[in-house]
C-alpha cells in the first residue's frame, strides 16, 4: 500500500470495480499523482472534522473509465482532485454535507448526490476554491441554498 496521508492510501483513490471487471489500467501519471496527494489532504481534513473513517467510493478515473461510467470529461475525477465518500460511523450524507459547509474546509464543490454519497473536489496548490455546494436528484442539479430561519 502507498500512504498519501495517515488515513488515506493511492490504492483507494484509484481502485474501480468496473475498471477491474473491464481490464482498465486506472494507474494514473505523475502529475495526477500530485493532486491525488492534494485530495488525500482534503479528505484528512474531512476526516478530522467527522472524526470517524470514511469510505471512498469513487476516486481517481482515467479518461477511458471516465467516459465508461458516462461522467463529463471536465470530471475533476480525471484530474485526481475529487472523490465520492461516505461515512456510516458518522451519519447521514445530508447530515455530512451540511457539516462540511458549515466548517472552514476549502473544497472546490461539494455535491449530495441523490442523498446517498457525497461528492468533493479541491482545487490545485495555488488555485482558488470556489466552495461551491450542489445538490444533484433526480430532477437535476440545483444549487444548494441553505434554509434561513425567520
Same mark, same amino acid.
Given at each position: ?12 483513490? @484509484? ?21 491525488? *496527494? ?10 478530522? $472534522?467527522?472524526?470517524? /473513517? ?8 482515467? /479518461?477511458?473509465? +471516465? ?13 485526481? $482532485?475529487? *472523490?465520492?465518500?461516505?461515512? +456510516?460511523?458518522?451519519?447521514? /450524507?445530508? %447530515?455530512?454535507?451540511?457539516? %462540511?459547509?458549515?466548517?472552514? %474546509? *476549502?473544497?472546490?464543490?461539494? #455535491? ?15 488555485? @482558488? ?5 450542489? %445538490?444533484? +436528484?433526480?430532477?437535476?442539479?440545483? #444549487?444548494?441554498? /441553505?434554509?434561513?430561519?425567520?
Amino acid at each position: 500500500m502507498t500512504r498519501l496521508t495517515p488515513h488515506f492510501t493511492l490504492e483507494e483513490f @484509484t481502485f474501480s470495480q468496473t475498471a477491474t471487471r473491464k481490464g482498465i489500467d486506472n494507474t494514473p501519471h505523475e502529475g495526477i499523482l500530485d493532486n491525488l *496527494c492534494i485530495l488525500a489532504n482534503g479528505m484528512e481534513d474531512v476526516r478530522n $472534522l467527522l472524526n470517524a /473513517p470514511i469510505h471512498v467510493s469513487s476516486g481517481y478515473r482515467c /479518461p477511458e473509465l +471516465n467516459d465508461l461510467l458516462g461522467s463529463k470529461r471536465t470530471s475533476q475525477h480525471t484530474q485526481g $482532485l475529487a *472523490c465520492d465518500f461516505t461515512s +456510516n460511523a458518522y451519519g447521514s /450524507p445530508q %447530515i455530512i454535507f451540511a457539516d %462540511i459547509i458549515s466548517s472552514d %474546509i *476549502c473544497y472546490d464543490q461539494l #455535491i449530495l448526490e441523490f442523498d446517498r454519497w457525497i461528492h468533493i473536489s479541491f482545487v490545485e496548490d495555488g488555485g @482558488t476554491p470556489r466552495k461551491q455546494a450542489l %445538490i444533484i +436528484n433526480g430532477e437535476g442539479a440545483m #444549487i444548494y441554498q /441553505p434554509s434561513r430561519k425567520q
